[in-house]
C-alpha cells in the first residue's frame, strides 16, 4: 500500500509551514522529495514518522511498518565506535565481521573499534548511512545523506544504498536531481511554501 499524507497542515509560533499539504509515496519505490530550503521537507518526514505531531490531517499506509532513516544531523553516539552504533538498530544474530564488511562498501576499512568522535565528517555520515540501512525497516528516509561525502564517496554510497534497499520504500530529501536519478528515483514530490 502506498504512503498518503491527506490534508497536513502544520504550524510553527503561529508561521504556516504546511498547508493542506497532499502527498503520496509509491510503495516498494524510489520517492524523491524536493523543494527550496525552508519549505517543510523534514517537517513533513518527522511527521511521517511520527516524531511531529501534525495540527491536523491523516496518514495512511504506515501502520506496523518500520522506519530507519539518515538524518541532516548523523545523530550517532560519539564515545561508541562504529561498530556498537551500528549494533544498537541490527538483529542480534548479525556478526561484527557483517558489520564490517558492510562498512568497508562504503570505504571504511580502518577505525571501526575506534570511538567514531575521532572520525571525519565524511565518515561519521557513512556510519550513520550503513546504520539505517541494517536497521529492520520497510521504509528509508534519507535527508539530504551525501553532505560532506566528495563526488567518489558519494558514487560508492549511492551503490551502496542502491543494492542493500531493494524492495523497501525508500524517500529521499535533496536538492539535487541527478542523484535522484542514481538513486533510482521513480516518483517526485515537489514541496512549495503555502
Ligand atoms: N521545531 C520548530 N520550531 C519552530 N520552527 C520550526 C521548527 N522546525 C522547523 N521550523 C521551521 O519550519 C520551516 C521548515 O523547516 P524544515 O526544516 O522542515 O524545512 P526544509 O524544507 O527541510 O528545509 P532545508 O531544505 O533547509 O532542510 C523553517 O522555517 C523552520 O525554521
Known amino acids: 500500500m502506498d504512503i498518503e499524507m491527506i490534508h ?12 493542506d499539504c497532499n502527498i503520496t509515496f509509491a510503495e516498494g519505490k524510489v520517492n524523491c522529495l524536493m523543494g527550496a530550503s525552508g519549505t517543510g521537507k523534514t517537517t513533513l518526514i518527522n511527521i511521517l514518522m511520527g516524531l511531529i ?4 490531517g491523516e496518514i495512511r499506509g504506515v501502520q506496523g511498518k518500520r522506519f530507519a532513516a539518515v538524518f541532516q544531523e548523523d545523530r550517532l553516539i560519539e564515545h561508541w565506535d562504529a561498530i556498537k552504533n551500528i549494533r544498537l538498530v541490527c538483529d542480534k544474530e548479525i556478526t561484527d ?14 577505525r571501526t573499534a575506534k570511538p567514531v568522535s575521532s572520525f571525519s565528517g565524511g565518515m561519521k555520515r557513512r556510519v550513520a548511512i550503513v546504520r539505517a540501512v541494517m536497521a529492520k525497516s520497510d521504509i528509508l528516509i534519507f535527508d539530504e545523506p551525501f553532505k560532506g561525502l566528495d563526488m567518489e564517496l558519494r558514487m560508492k554510497v549511492i551503490e551502496y544504498i542502491n543494492h542493500r534497499s531493494k524492495g523497501k520504500t525508500v524517500i529521499v530529501i535533496t536538492h539535487d536531481k541527478e542523484e535522484a536519478n542514481s538513486l533510482g528515483a521513480e516518483h517526485f514530490i515537489t514541496l512549495t511554501n503555502p
Open 97 to 110: 565481521e557483517k558489520i564490517i564488511q558492510e562498512l568497508e562498501e562504503v570505504a571504511i576499512s580502518e
Open 53 to 56: 505531531k501534525p495540527d491536523s
Open 8 to 19: 497536513i497542515t502544520k504550524q510553527f509560533d503561529g508561521k504556516q509551514i504546511l498547508k
